[in-house]
């Protein structure tokens, strides 16, 4: 487990529409039984509706996912399913989609 790390989404529920969830808490509460996440959705679905700085998209395996922060939630880890794309690279973009939410600058 790690931090600004996507987990593909193993419920089949919500698997279609959130293929993967993005792992952002801080590595040193790794010992917690959850962590928080913000679901990816694909690009194409969502890209009329998305804001650049609240939605950022990143490249997983060669297809667009747009990160759906006003959906931020908190997951037990068992609930993570296998790890696919370490998104580190993008860790500027995640923490000011995040600051967006919480103090709208």
Excluded: H, W
């Excluded at 969830?21 to 694909?42: A, Y």
């Excluded at 395996?61 to 370490?86: H, K, N, P």
């Amino acid at each position: 487990m790690g931090q600004f790390i996507a987990y593909r989404n193993p419920n089949p529920a919500s698997n279609a529409q959130y293929p993967y969830l993005l792992d952002i808490q801080n590595d040193l509460l790794s010992g917690l039984r959850t962590t928080i996440v913000i679901p990816l959705t694909p690009s194409k679905v969502v890209a009329a509706i998305s804001l650049s700085r609240l939605n950022p998209a990143f490249s997983l395996d060669g297809e667009s996912f747009t990160a759906m922060t006003q959906d931020i939630a908190g997951v037990d880890r068992s609930q993570l399913g296998a790890q696919a794309c370490d998104l580190s690279v993008y860790r500027s973009d995640i923490i000011a989609a995040v600051d967006f939410v919480l103090s709208g600058i």
